[in-house]
């Protein structure tokens, strides 16, 4: 079966960087989308970042725009998530997502596949 394991998640002062990897298994991915979410405590899930494995094209929400980076690894069949400039605003549980139904909305959150998270937690 599909699964998303993420990792890479820790903590870390305000600017500096983690990166969180996703690794995915189970099946082919080149027809997917992933993408990443993150929930801060008390706060809906939000998105982050999507890519689409076939092309690598990228989408990133307005919060993360040129501080996020995603990517993605065809060998490792693994998605990546640099993130750099860290706020403590960015304290969330980071999610890895997959979905089939194309590239339309990627910020939607009905994703197919779900990971079961890895914290991050960022300090002033």
């Known amino acids: 079966q599909v699964q998303l394991v993420e990792s890479g998640g820790g903590l870390v002062q305000a600017g500096g960087s983690l990166r969180l990897s996703c690794a995915a298994s189970g099946r082919s991915f080149s027809s997917y989308v992933m993408g990443w979410f993150r929930q801060a405590p008390g706060k809906e899930r939000e998105f982050v970042a999507a890519?689409?494995?076939?092309?690598?094209?990228?989408y990133y929400a307005d919060s993360v725009k040129g501080r996020f980076t995603i990517s993605r690894d065809n060998a490792k069949n693994t998605v990546y998530l640099q993130m750099n400039s860290l706020k403590p605003e960015d304290t969330a549980v980071y999610y890895c997502?997959?979905?089939?139904?194309?590239?339309?909305?990627?910020?939607?959150?009905?994703?197919?596949?779900w990971g079961q998270g890895t914290q991050v937690t960022v300090s002033s």
């Open positions: 997502a997959a979905r089939s139904r194309g590239w339309v909305s990627p910020q939607n959150p009905k994703y197919d596949y």
């Open positions: 890519i689409r494995w076939s092309d690598a094209t990228t």
